[in-house]
Structure formats: C-alpha cells, structure tokens
C-alpha cells in the first residue's frame, strides 16, 4: 500500500508534468486556433458576404461572378488555371527527376557531395536572394539573353521577365532550378534508412542498378513517394512560383494562387470575391487529393524495415 505521502508527491509530479504540458502547448494552440482555424472560418463567411449600403449581406453573387468568369474564353481567370496547372504538372514531373538524382547520390558516384551540396543550396539561400540572382542571370543584360540572341540570330535582345512569350517559361525554370531540394531532403533521407544487408542481398542475387531502384529502393521508399504525390495533388490548384518577386503577375505569368493574393492587396477589394474562388477550387482539391491518396497507396504495399 501507498503511503499518504508517497501519494501526495505522485500528485504533485502529476501537477508539475500538467503545467509543464500545457506551457508547451499553449501558444502553438494558439497560433492554430487565431491563424488557422479563425483565419479559414471568417474567410468561408466572406465568400458568401457582399458589402452593401446597409452594411454586409451574405448571398451567392460572389460564386455567381466566378461562374460568368469561368463562361468567359478570354478571361484572366483561365489563363491563371493554365498557369496554375503548368506549375503542377512541373512539380510531378520533377518527381521521379529527384528520385533518379536522389539514387545516383545514395550510391556515392565521383563528386556526389558536390552534387548535394549544388542541389540543396536553394533550400538554404533566401528566396529573396536567389530571385535577384535568377533574374541577373536572365536578365537583358545577362549572359542567358546573349546566348540566346546570338543563337536564334534576332535584332533584339530576349526580356525573359517582360515579354509575354518568355516570361512563364522563365518563371518555371526558376522552380526547375529550386524545385529538387524538398524532394532530395525526403527521398534521400528515406533511402539512407534502408538497411545495407537489403542491397548487399540484391547485389549477391545479380541485380542491375535499374532492377535495384525498381525493385528494391523504391519499394521500400514508396511510404515517402506517396506522401509527397498527395503533397503535390494538396497544392494543385495553389501551385505557383515567386510571381511577385519576379513579374508580379504580369505579362501572362498570374496564377490562382496569385490571382487571389493580387484580389485583396492590390485590387481594392475585400476579400470577399477572392475568397469565393479560393473556398470553390479547395472543395475541386478535396476528392482529387483523397482519390489520389487511395490510389497511390494501393500501388505497392507498405514494407516495414
């Protein structure tokens, strides 16, 4: 039997690891409630709300308008899912790109840390940074534009960043270049965790380099595999560059996500309509990114190692 003393100071431990607990997680619970859950809550209020002489009225006339705008060829809000969709498909393509990079690295070729170091520096520079650099480089006066004058033999020097015939294709080879070091992070980390032995059984079996990243590596990463494919159908309608730090949105280079960030900061509006847009695609997103999910994780079974 426990002595009444021995109770009271299990207690007291009980009451310390509480507040100890709670201290923790009080301001990240915060933060969700205020920043996230407020923030979404009133921005599904606004996208039913019209501001009126009387005041707010909520109604469908937001929906209503995308809906014209979506009757409209010609409309801005076509282009932006057009771009939107380039960036997407963009990000899924470089996907099994970095899973290719990913393995040559995992079997330390000449130079491979070299090779990492080049292919993570994005993630580590400032984005503010590497936009000036991207855009020196592609700039008029960069060696890219001269290159690209004196091989095609034009009277005129190519503005990658203001002309609505380069400008989009400049902004997506600037997610080309950044666009590997978060899959590198993941998938890199997923095949160092295979345990040697696993490879050494394959090598002793015959497999060739192919076989061994078909039939040995990526099933054991496809854990890490499916969660970046669903991570990319989450953002497909929300996929996009830093299109302000490099056209801000101009010359055919908006995107939905942009569309909507340009709606409340430089349109002069409340918010209202670019929150009708923003709630209509996530409820598209929603059965696309479960479909996914589902199927992706049916592809190949889970292997515990």
């Known amino acids: 039997m426990e002595s009444i003393a021995e109770k009271t100071k299990k207690k007291k431990i009980n009451i310390k690891r509480g ?29 039913f709300q019209v501001r009126s002489g009387t005041g707010v009225i909520y109604t469908f006339d937001n929906f209503r308008l995308l809906f014209e705008e979506f009757g409209k060829s010609s409309s801005d809000l076509w282009m932006n899912i057009r771009n939107t969709l ?10 099994p790109i970095s899973i290719m990079v990913s393995y040559f690295i995992y079997k330390k070729i000449l130079f491979y840390r070299f090779y990492r170091i080049i292919f993570f520096l994005p993630s580590i520079i400032s984005a503010i940074v590497l936009t000036i ?32 015939r380069y400008a989009i294709w400049a902004c997506l080879g600037y997610n080309v ?38 039939k040995i590596i990526i099933p054991l990463i496809w854990p890490t595999v ?21 056209t801000e ?20 509006g409340d918010g209202q309509y670019a929150s009708a847009v923003g709630m209509f695609f996530t409820i598209l997103t929603i059965p696309v990114v479960l479909l996914t999910n589902y199927v992706a994780n049916r592809k190949i079974e889970a292997v515990e190692y």
Request: avoid cysteine; glycine fraction near 10%.
């Open 86 to 95: 380039m960036y997407f498909a963009l990000s899924f393509l470089l996907m």
């Open 249 to 268: 949105g101009n010359y055919n280079t908006g995107t939905l996500s942009y569309f909507i960030f340009a709606q409340v900061y430089f349109a002069g």
């Open 19 to 47: 507040i100890f607990i709670v201290g923790m997680l009080i301001v990240p619970l915060l933060n969700f409630i205020f920043f996230y859950v407020y923030v979404n809550f009133d921005s599904i209020l606004m996208a």
């Open 177 to 214: 270049w950044t666009g590997f070091a978060g899959n590198f992070i993941l998938i890199g980390g997923a095949m160092s965790r295979i345990p040697d032995s696993i490879i050494e059984a394959g090598a002793l079996d015959g497999s060739t380099p192919f076989i061994e990243l078909r």
């Open 226 to 246: 499916t969660t970046l494919i669903t991570l990319n159908f989450v953002s497909i309608f929300s996929a996009g560059g830093p299109i302000l730090l490099l």
């Open 133 to 164: 650099l991207y855009k020196n480089i592609l700039g008029v006066y960069g060696p890219i534009a001269a290159a690209w004058k004196n091989i095609f033999n034009l009277n005129y020097t190519p503005e990658f960043f203001g002309d609505s």
